[in-house]
């Protein structure tokens, strides 16, 4: 070969290794560029990623956070829920209180409204019941709710007793003072007398409760008759069932008002008669009208009593059987007469032998004064 084509070779050679180099060279830059690109991806991933630390440690905070928050608010929840069911625990209690509260006010109310009724009716029933003629012969004085009884008590006698009233309390005095009395009976005979004070209990408050029977009728408005014709006639037509009547119990004259009561087997029929008020009963001579209204029991609820003794009367006791009744009676009497005995003016002298049971009836008549 030629040099000319030694140098040609040479450099052709050179100038293929020139290209090389500078394609190392590209490559080399481009491998650094690719490098640098590598490495700030690097970077930015590492920033990426520490971000995404400072995210999710930021976010573990929060949820713990919130989590927190969700058991505080859980806990005050259930505090809450306690509170609110205490308190409808509570009002279910004042309801089933205010509730038994209504039951027992309507209870009431209708306890009272039976009551207004019952006092209506009684009020009605005073107002129908047949009126008494009245005389005044007392005092007048302060008006007040109560009214005042003339006293009448049954006093048993033991047997050998007797019971002297004077027409003087003084002399009643002196012969309770006296206590022991020597009687003359006659031919040297003498018994010995005891005398005691009389005391009786008597009524100082009386409170009476009155109640309509539902079986009992009064009849007033009635014709002067014989008695015992009368309430045959008033049974007969008050038995009728065509006259509103039923199967009489009892048919009795009350002698204070002259007025009859009659009884019936059934409830229903004396309200029934009372409702019509006046009927007319066949008498013998013509037909007469009479009032029937309603008939009203007495019931004791309130009695205060009082032991008073007798100013005039006395008791004699120790008296034996020794002579008749009467004979005996007359000389005690006498005896008791004479002042000389201490004795006065007797106004009733009532004697019962031993062995015999007897009552004395006291009549009051004012405060401390009594009749016998």
Do not use: W
Not at 18 to 45: A, V
Request: hydrophobic residues 35%; aromatic residues 4%; proline residues 4%.
């Amino acid at each position: 070969m030629s040099s000319d084509e030694d140098f040609t070779l040479v450099s052709e050679d050179k100038k293929k290794s020139m290209e090389s180099l500078d394609q190392i060279r590209i490559s080399i830059s481009n491998y650094q560029k690719k490098h640098e690109q590598l490495i700030q991806e690097q970077r930015e991933l590492v920033a990426s990623r520490d971000d995404q630390r400072d995210m999710t440690l930021k976010c573990k905070q929060r949820s713990n956070k919130l989590i927190q928050d969700l058991k505080e608010d859980q806990r005050s929840y259930n505090e809450q829920i306690g509170i609110e069911k205490a308190k409808v625990i509570s009002m279910k209690e004042e309801e089933g209180d205010l509730m038994e509260e209504i039951l027992r006010a309507e209870e009431v109310l209708r306890r009272e409204e039976a009551d207004n009724g019952h006092l209506q009716h009684q009020a009605n029933v005073f107002t129908a019941v047949p009126e008494r003629p009245v005389v005044f012969k007392g005092s007048t004085g302060l008006l007040s709710d109560t009214f005042e009884m003339k006293p009448r008590v049954v006093y048993p006698m033991e047997g050998g007793t007797v019971l002297v009233t004077f027409e003087e309390e003084i002399v009643a005095n002196k012969i309770l003072d006296i206590q022991k009395h020597r009687v003359a009976l006659g031919s040297d005979c003498f018994i010995t007398v005891e005398a005691r004070p009389v005391q009786l209990m008597l009524p100082r408050l009386v409170e009476i409760d009155t109640e309509v029977s539902p079986r009992h009728i009064l009849i007033s408005n009635l014709p002067k008759m014989d008695t015992e014709k009368l309430l045959n006639k008033l049974e007969i037509h008050f038995s009728k069932s065509k006259h509103g009547g039923g199967e009489v119990d009892g048919c009795e004259l009350l002698p204070d008002s002259q007025n009859v009561v009659i009884a019936f087997v059934e409830d229903h029929i004396a309200r029934r008669l009372v409702e019509k008020e006046f009927h007319e009963v066949e008498l013998p001579k013509k037909k007469h009208k009479v009032r029937v209204t309603p008939f009203l029991n007495g019931k004791i609820t309130n009695l205060k009593t009082k032991m008073t003794v007798c100013p005039r009367t006395v008791m004699l006791t120790g008296i034996p059987d020794v002579m008749e009744r009467d004979t005996l009676q007359d000389l005690l009497e006498i005896h008791f007469q004479k002042s000389s005995n201490g004795g006065g003016e007797v106004e009733a002298f009532l004697y019962n032998p031993p062995g015999r049971h007897a009552a004395a009836v006291f009549e009051g008549v004012e405060k401390d004064s009594e009749e016998e």
